[in-house]
T-cell receptor, first 116, second 113 residues
Framework: DAEITQSPRHKITETGRQVTLACHQTWNHNNMFWYRQDLGHGLRLIHYSYGVQDTNKGEVSDGYSVSRSNTEDLPLTLESAASSQTSVYFC???????????????FGPGTRLTVL | GEDVEQSLFLSVREGDSSVINCTYTDSSSTYLYWYKQEPGAGLQLLTYIFSNMDMKQDQRLTVLLNKKDKHLSLRIADTQTGDSAIYFCAERNRGTGRRALTFGSGTRLQVQP
């Protein structure tokens, strides 16, 4: 069955280190997204991509970068991890630009990142 | 900018109906969604409604949309303990070409036996 996976599921790192979170989907979706989830804030958009070689900043993109070299993967990199980036990170994908069921986003299980 | 607001917590007894409310600000929203998040898991789509609809029913779920007041609600009939989760409403984000979503902060539903 097609799916979306994230790895690692849990990560502890130190301030200043570079960290990369992986996201892989097997639906062949063009659109992929990274969100972070924090108490009281719901999910906030970090970066998104509409296809290979396309990346765009979301509302909380500072300190994060993404690259899209193929359809299946959108890795999220924290260039120099900060304690404020301790959060749960969710990757999502969707197949079309339309709304409704065809544009529905499918979420990965999340990565819990702790920056000490 | 866009803003989606929800109450943080709701507690109901098993068998009762639950009503989770959401307000949004983007009048150009075309689709609004309800997602469910169980502990330790990602978000799963529960249902959605197109902005030209007032109501949508899907088994135990009823979505009501008041576009004039920008108010969305999710009613769960005969609430079960398995319905305990966090519920997020979401709308399309104009700033990202309508492909990303703007989420509310989530409503934690606690179902008491």
């Amino acid at each position: 069955d097609a799916e979306i996976t994230q790895s690692p599921r849990h990560k502890i790192t130190e301030t200043g280190r570079q960290v990369t979170l992986a996201c892989h989907q097997t639906w062949n979706h063009n659109n992929m997204f990274w969100y972070r989830q924090d108490l009281g804030h719901g999910l906030r958009l970090i970066h998104y991509s509409y296809g290979v070689q396309d990346t765009n900043k979301g509302e909380v993109s500072d300190g994060y970068s993404v690259s899209r070299s193929n359809t299946e993967d959108l890795p999220l990199t924290l260039e120099s991890a900060a304690s404020s980036q301790t959060s749960v990170y969710f990757c999502a994908s969707s197949p079309t630009v339309a709304g409704g069921p065809e544009g529905t986003q499918y979420f990965g299980p999340g990565t819990r990142l702790t920056v000490l | 900018g866009e803003d989606v607001e929800q109450s943080l917590f709701l507690s109901v007894r098993e068998g009762d109906s639950s009503v989770i409310n959401c307000t949004y600000t983007d009048s150009s929203s075309t689709y609004l969604y309800w997602y469910k998040q169980e502990p330790g898991a990602g978000l799963q789509l529960l249902t959605y409604i197109f902005s030209n609809m007032d109501m949508k029913q899907d088994q135990r779920l009823t979505v009501l949309l008041n576009k004039k007041d920008k108010h969305l609600s999710l009613r769960i009939a005969d609430t079960q303990t398995g319905d305990s989760a966090i519920y997020f409403c979401a709308e399309r984000n104009r700033g990202t070409g309508r492909r990303a979503l703007t989420f509310g902060s989530g409503t934690r539903l606690q179902v008491q036996p």
